[in-house]
């Protein structure tokens, strides 16, 4: 069967013809962010293929055709930059491992819906999330994301995870061999640090996309981050901020919110900042400098 091309801006398209509908089977290029047309050579986009898009190491977003009906096994598996799909909420057959190891994906959007307001904000968030932060392939459900019970769903997967001991499968880990012997992994401590921040990426993600969040969950996600602050005997959530999200100030704004960053906390912030990272350490210093009631927090920490 033939293979064609479609150009692209920074690459090409590969694709075939079949019984009247086009199914995108490769690409090649560096685009950052592509588009797939709805209809190729006059006929509708209907498939990705299987390992379509394995491994890109340049796209950051892509766009999928509204008549879209099928999306083969790890169609977009190990795509290192992918952040955002926007593709159309309705019923498709969906292979095994489409989203596999693309861990900066942050939003699956409705190619239909307004992608500006919160909610439609929010429900793309939760959605991508399902793949990266749940695994739980059993919500990746497009006729009913962001439906009450679908959140129902979403925060009883949420919960049962956040419930798991932190050294839940070390034992096993170890008996099958998985992480090399000697490595850090193989440690404890390493190990239950690495569960406590998936926990802390968890409580942070709903809390900054509370839609149909219940009070008192949201109540116990707070309660979370708190305990793993900075100062505390585990530091998690201090960690995950300065160490993944070190210059988005939505991140800093959900310790403050959180009361996180206090007169005990904030000189240690400030040093494990450093020299780097400027725009950040002088947002908290403006809200510490209202907090202790001192004209300029440069009086209480010098740089």
Known sequence: MEIKELETSQGALQYRIVDGRAEITAYRGRDTELEIPDRIESCPV???GRKAFLSNKTIRQIALPDGLARIDDWAFAYCAKLTRIILPYHRMEIGRGIFKECDRLEQIVDRQGDRTAPQTVDTACLLAAVMNRLDAFYLFDFENVGTESWLTQWDARMKYLMALEDDEGFSQMLLCGEEDYGSRENHLDYYTQQRRKEKVRLAMLRLMHDYGLAEDT???LRAYLSAHNKGQPTEETWLVVLEEHPDEQEYYQLLIDLG???EETFQGMMA???????????????????LSGQRDAFAAFAL
Request: hydrophobic share 30%.
């Open 272 to 290: 494990d900042m450093g020299e780097n990272h400027t725009e950040m350490k002088a947002f908290l210093m403006r809200y510490y400098s209202g």
């Open 46 to 48: 209907t498939g990705v």
């Open 260 to 262: 996180c960053v206090t």
């Open 218 to 220: 949201g109540e116990a």
